[in-house]
């Protein structure tokens, strides 16, 4: 089986006297899997999903989606992508936003009055008639991931999801995730909230500084009796420098309190 998404020795500066951002990162997504890329902040994530989404260009290697470049229309219109920080026209309602990318998508009006109610009601905005800039940012993340979905995706880039999710919230989209995955759909997941990864994912990558530390299925990286979290903050704290954790000298100091 073919894979959705293949990247390739992937490499990405932003200027030229730069460290890499992103630095020979290799990894491959098959239908129904998901799959965690993980790291800490500046590690190279956000980079390499963008270059996936075709949001950025690489400066090395080689990406395939669905068998074509990011750029190629057919293979964006298999992709649905769910930014950390969603940002929506503020003076729209969440179903006038669903209505608009499914006009992107051209999706005929049959689709569009069964679709959009069913992810609105996923979403758990299928009553709220405010305007989005009344939105607080959870629900903005919701309907970050409805409009996400609303194409009926062959890969779905989740780019921090659950961040700003209640515990209901959380579940819905591990639920999300799992009914994805049972009907072919390939999920790319960019979090830090190592707990709901290692609930969902299938394989994970953990980058720092660009490169890939360690990549693998959930049981080759993270051995029995661990968590991802130990492996986790082990590899990572590996690849950094040592790291000073006193505090300062004018806040220990009695004397001059």
């Known amino acids: ?76 219109a298999q992709l649905g992508f769910a930014p950390e920080d969603p940002d929506f026209p503020k003076f729209l309602r969440a179903r006038e936003v669903l209505d608009y ?33 009344q939105f607080s940012k959870g629900m903005k993340q919701r309907l970050g991931i409805a409009q996400a979905i609303l194409g009926r995706p062959k890969l779905l880039i989740l780019d921090e999801p659950t961040a700003d999710l209640d515990p209901l919230g959380r579940r819905d989209v591990r639920a999300l995730i799992e009914s994805l995955k049972d009907s072919g759909v390939a999920v790319l997941l960019n979090s830090h909230l190592l707990s709901e990864v290692e609930l969902v994912c299938d394989t994970v990558a953990i980058l720092a500084k660009g490169r890939v530390l360690k990549e693998g299925t959930m049981a080759e990286v993270v051995p ?13 704290q590996a690849s950094a420098p040592p790291k000073h954790d006193n505090l300062p000298s004018f806040i220990t100091d009695k004397e001059n309190q």
Do not use: C, H
């Open 224 to 236: 029995e009796g661990r968590t991802l979290e130990d492996v986790f903050v082990e590899l990572v």
């Open 1 to 76: 089986m073919a894979p959705v998404v293949s990247v390739e020795a992937l490499r990405k500066r932003y200027r030229r006297r730069d460290p890499w951002a992103v630095d020979g990162v290799t990894f491959a997504l098959e239908p129904g899997q998901a799959f965690g890329l993980l790291g800490p902040n500046g590690s190279g994530k956000t980079s390499v999903v963008k270059m996936i989404a075709g949001l950025l260009r690489p400066d090395g290697g080689a990406i395939s989606l669905f068998g074509s470049r990011p750029g190629d229309p057919a293979a964006r």
């Open 101 to 133: 990318f499914a006009s992107l998508l051209g999706l005929d009006e049959d689709d569009r009055k069964r679709r959009i109610p069913e992810t609105l009601a996923f979403a758990g905005l299928d009553q709220e008639k405010r305007q989005v800039r």
